[in-house]
């Protein structure tokens, strides 16, 4: 069964996906994290980030992976041709790199290839990202649009940057949601957009405990 679950940054797609994940025990992939694995490798290499052709040779070259401290779990680190790159792609400077670099299509298609194989070989697997349910898994059995008010995303936010200690205040951090979101719904490449048979959750007010609830009682009722 593939779970697919999109929607704008900081709806709280991670945290809803690996709670299912582990209670349903499925498999997980984050694919904003593959995004944002390309685009800190980018920046390493000193890729100009509108330069789409070396982009797409980069997604196409390099080695993804998601590695599980233990060997048992969801994955806990990510890693691009060996190197961790867990904490870099979640800083400030890989929030600004990743709309355009997720933005070319060459560096898109590379990503669905993996991800279309990497979940291909689970036999259930919780995906979250924009574009799930519209082209990467279209006949995905559930799809779910996980929504909030953008002031709801960047309290959100703000809390998990303060703990990574990223020093960002609110208004910054609702700025960039915004820009992103902008940036993310208004590219050509696969924009961020509900697909018509997904359901869509608005989680302004809603605990974590609520949205999980009302997600697993869906995944039951489609198995
Ligand atoms: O966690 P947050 O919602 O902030 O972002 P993310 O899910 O890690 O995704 C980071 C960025 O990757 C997004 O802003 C999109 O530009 C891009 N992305 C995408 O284009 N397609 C996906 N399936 C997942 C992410």
Redesign the pocket.
């Known amino acids: 069964m593939i779970v697919a679950i ?6 709280g ?2 945290t809803v996906a690996r709670a299912i994940a582990t209670e349903l025990g499925m498999a997980y992939l ?7 694995a390309i ?1 800190v490798e980018a920046q390493r290499r000193g890729i100009a980030l509108d330069d789409g052709e070396a982009l797409t040779r980069l997604a196409l070259e390099a080695h993804i992976h998601f590695g599980r401290e233990g060997g048992s779990g969801l994955a806990t680190h990510v890693e691009v041709d060996g190197r961790d790159v867990t904490a870099a ?1 979640r800083t400030p400077e890989a ?1 600004r790199a ?2 355009p ?3 070319v299509p060459g560096v ?1 298609a590379a ?1 669905v290839e993996q ?1 279309r194989r990497i979940a291909g070989r689970e036999h259930d697997t919780v ?6 349910g519209s082209v ?1 898994f279209p006949h995905a059995e559930l799809k779910i649009f996980l929504t909030a008010s953008s002031e709801e995303r960047a309290r959100r ?1 703000t809390i998990d940057m303060e703990r990574r200690g990223a020093g960002m205040t609110y208004d910054e951090v609702l700025a960039d ?1 915004r820009r ?2 902008t ?2 719904s208004s ?1 050509s490449a ?1 924009p ?1 957009l509900k697909a018509a048979d997904a359901i869509e959750l608005d989680t302004t007010g809603m605990t974590i405990r609520e949205v999980v609830c009302a997600i697993e009682t869906l995944v039951a009722e489609r198995r």
């Open positions: 999109d929607g704008p940054a900081a709806s797609k991670s984050d694919t904003g994290a593959m995004y944002r685009a792609i929030d990743v709309s670099v997720s933005a898109r990503m991800q995906l979250e990202g924009r574009d799930i990467v936010r949601l992103r979101d940036y993310d590219r696969s961020l």
